[in-house]
């Protein structure tokens, strides 16, 4: 069985876009957890925060890559939380290959400042939240199997194309055909 590419790094990376564009020129089923969280819970993720709370969260994230990861041969874009916890970083290293889409803070913030929709961002000083939570899950988003910059010139063709560079340079098998 193939391997599954799943994509990770912060919110407003890229994950879903780049995502859903190599699905479609692989030819393999995209999963997109935050969306599979939703559709599960019936309610939106800043509506699962505010009555459940982020612990809750989490738990159901790590619920819902474990089914996605077992569905084999899929790309796979996580939440920006999802590679924080230990054993999800496990089960992603179990079952394929990660890619971190890493941005930095002036892109990130250009492409979520609008958006009411991320939780985590709904504090006093926004942008100094985010550029918080980009200091702290570098480190960790840096133990990845790739690294692919992606910056806010960049189209998703471009981006699309070094992610499969990256793979093919690492690990060419996982994009054969089946």
């Known amino acids: 069985m193939r391997r599954n590419i799943v994509l990770i790094g912060m919110m407003g990376a890229g994950k879903t876009a780049i995502g859903a ?3 479609r020129r692989l030819g ?13 819970a019936a309610m939106t993720i800043p509506e699962i925060f505010a009555r459940d709370g982020e612990d809750f969260f989490r738990a159901r994230e790590s619920e819902v890559l474990s089914r996605v990861l077992a569905s084999g041969s899929s790309i796979v874009s996580t939440g920006g939380g999802s590679w924080i916890r230990e054993q999800n970083r496990q089960r992603i290293a179990q079952h394929g290959v990660s890619v971190w889409l890493d941005c930095d803070a002036e892109t ?5 400042r609008a958006r009411p929709t991320r939780p985590l961002l709904q504090t006093v ?3 100094g939240t985010l550029e918080r939570l980009l200091a702290e899950r570098s480190p960790i988003y840096a133990s990845a199997d790739l690294r692919v910059t992606a910056t806010r010139a960049d189209s998703i063709e471009d981006t699309t194309n070094r992610v499969l560079d990256s793979i093919a340079a690492l690990e060419p098998m996982i994009l054969e055909p089946k």
């Open 21 to 23: 564009e190599l699905a």
């Open 28 to 40: 393999r089923p995209f999963w997109d957890t935050d969306s599979e969280i939703e559709r599960a």
């Open 108 to 112: 990130l913030w250009h492409r979520v």
């Open 125 to 127: 000083d926004p942008r």
